[in-house]
């Protein structure tokens, strides 16, 4: 028969304040087989030290893979055909009411969008058909902070606070974007306003992106994740959360132009002259990541938990992709996420194992910080509490506790 949802509880205690916190780096187009083998050679030290002293896995991912459906499955526990996130956007004929969820792979229909034949409309944070990680969360009294995480705009009431995804795009120096609040609660705006007008951080970022199309959103999206950085660090400064999920999607930005260089073998026609001017930046940009991990790691307190996540990987464009990007499209786009490479967790802390796991999906997150946080995991999810890792002395104290679902938004 059918599951019986179970409504959270209208009268919340919330956890202890020290209860241990949850901080939660949410990557997109990171991959371990970039990451590993820079760590072996020397580099990306404080990755080295979760691959090290932490538990890693790699994720399987959602196909199409996209940011949207990807982290709306990580943060709901399901896949796309349960929480109703398709896509990146919806779509529809320049001159037709029909809709489309998915444009099909392989025959090039992206270029309708392109040419303008089909209109894109974003999905917003009310298009979850179940409930994400940290509306469960609230329920339970527990206190979460997101900042530039998918489907979050309009920015809506929460336990905590939330930074929308589209905060990176204002025009000026405002936090509201088409008339809808990008930040929540509404007292925030002050600190808002104000890592908006901070000058660039003493740490600034060294790298050229001579290739990469400031105009668009690739560009802004670089910029995001410094904004991004700053504003956990004062956010987190003056609202205290028990859980803490912070996006950087700069490596996918930079990973769709950059992988040519960095992958040359995989291309065969990049001249030495583009090997010298481009062949680091991509590497380059992985440090910088690496440099964000390393100052969540040194604010971890004893029981802390720290996942980094990446949504999926990327990869080299197929022949057809790339004849089709130099005949209709951006020359320069090189890189793709298009066959779903597989995404991976680190997670590292005193109640982490240190060990390689085997591999997951990105449905198994929610499930695991469920149960870290000691709240129910629903039955209904796609995914599973994965418990290996955590030490034994961790689950010794944890009961995995279960609800038949947490029901419809």
């Given at each position: ?10 009268t ?8 241990p916190?949850?901080v ?17 050679g020397?580099?990306?030290p404080n990755?080295g030290r ?16 996209q940011?949207?459906p990807?982290?709306?499955s990580i ?25 489309l ?8 229909s ?8 089909l209109?894109e409309e ?9 409930h994400?990680?940290?509306r ?12 530039g ?10 336990s ?10 204002r ?9 809808e609040?990008a930040?929540s609660p509404?007292r925030?705006?002050?600190?808002a ?11 600034e ?9 400031w ?8 910029e ?11 956010l987190?400064a003056?609202e205290?959360?028990q ?10 930005a ?11 073998e ?25 440099s964000?991990v390393?100052?969540?790691m040194a ?10 996540v ?6 080299p464009?197929t022949?057809?992709?790339?004849v089709l990007e ?6 320069r ?26 591999r ?6 929610a ?6 946080l000691?709240?129910?995991v629903?039955?209904d999810?796609?995914?599973f509490?994965?418990t ?14 279960f609800?038949?679902?947490y029901?419809t938004?």
């Amino acid at each position: 028969g059918p599951l019986m949802s179970v409504r959270a509880p209208t009268t919340v205690t919330a956890l202890p304040t020290e209860h241990p916190r949850v901080v939660l780096l949410c990557l997109d187009g990171a991959s371990l087989d970039v990451i590993s083998p820079a760590v072996a050679g020397g580099g990306l030290p404080n990755f080295g030290r979760m691959l090290d002293a932490g538990a890693s896995m790699h994720l399987a991912t959602t196909r199409p893979t996209q940011p949207e459906p990807v982290w709306a499955s990580i943060m709901t526990g399901m896949w796309p055909s349960r929480h109703g996130v398709r896509g990146s956007s919806r779509y529809r004929p320049f001159s037709g009411d029909a809709e489309l969820e998915v444009l099909p792979d392989y025959v090039f229909s992206q270029a309708l969008v392109r040419f303008g034949l089909l209109v894109e409309e974003p999905y917003s944070s009310a298009s979850l058909a179940t409930h994400p990680l940290w509306r469960i969360a609230a329920g339970y009294g527990v206190r979460t902070g997101l900042i530039g995480l998918p489907l979050t705009h309009p920015a809506t009431p929460a336990s905590g606070f939330i930074v929308s995804d589209r905060f990176h795009r204002r025009a000026d120096r405002i936090v509201t974007l088409d008339s809808e609040p990008a930040v929540s609660p509404s007292r925030l705006d002050d600190v808002a306003r104000g890592v908006l007008a901070e000058e660039q951080p003493t740490r600034e970022l060294r790298v050229r992106f001579d290739l990469l199309p400031w105009t668009g959103e690739s560009g802004s999206t670089v910029e995001a994740d410094r904004l991004h950085h700053r504003l956990a660090q004062q956010l987190a400064a003056v609202e205290h959360v028990q859980l803490l999920a912070v996006r950087y999607a700069g490596l996918d930005a930079v990973g769709h132009y950059y992988l040519r260089y960095a992958r040359p073998e995989a291309f065969g026609d990049v001249t030495e002259d583009e090997r010298r001017r481009f062949g680091r930046v991509l590497d380059e940009y992985y440090a910088y990541v690496d440099s964000l991990v390393g100052d969540a790691m040194a604010e971890l307190a004893e029981g802390d938990l720290l996942l980094v996540v990446s949504g999926f990987g990327m990869e080299p464009l197929t022949v057809g992709k790339r004849v089709l990007e130099r005949v209709a499209g951006d020359p320069r786009f090189s890189g793709t996420h298009e066959r779903g490479p597989d995404g991976f967790l680190l997670a590292y802390g005193s109640p982490v194992v240190a060990a390689r796991q085997g591999r997951g999906a990105v449905v198994d997150v929610a499930p695991t910080l469920l149960y870290f946080l000691g709240l129910p995991v629903a039955r209904d999810m796609d995914g599973f509490a994965r418990t290996d890792l955590f030490t034994q002395a961790f689950n010794e104290q944890r009961t995995i506790t279960f609800i038949p679902t947490y029901g419809t938004q």
